[in-house]
């Protein structure tokens, strides 16, 4: 009977991991481009994303929501950035041109202009690149199992 109950114990928690991974993630992020908001001072911070409903394709980009996705043109590459720009908004680019958002695309910067590559580089995101949306921050510094967590998530820088 103890037999049973354990199998059936590890197919459950096996299972939720595996539901857990697919509807949510935690991402590592370093670098300054979201300072003060992520990473204000020398360390770095882990996201909790919702992927799921980018996954689905029930997500839809708004404003001041901060989102994980491939980076156009390196989609090797994973980034950070906030939405500042949806479908019909009129974006004023760090090279004084006026772009008009198309839809299913977003506009994504970073909070601290100074350093950040974002869509003043390299122009609108489809919303197809999206990883997922950020739910919560987790600065390293306050994660008490950081070394050990770093090592078993996606890097995002």
Known sequence: MSRSINQKTLICTASIGVATYMLSSLFYVRGKSMAPFINSDSSSSFLFLDRASCYIGSYKPQLKDIVVFKRPGNEMKS?????????????????????????????AEGDNQMVSVDSNDYGEVPNQALLGKCLFVIPLSLSIM????????????
């Open 146 to 157: 950081s070394k050990q967590l770093k090592y078993w998530i996606t890097e995002v820088k």
């Open 79 to 107: 980034v950070v950035k906030r939405v500042s720009g949806v479908p019909g908004d009129l974006i004023n680019t760090k090279d004084n041109q006026t772009i008009c958002i198309r839809e299913g695309y977003f506009w």
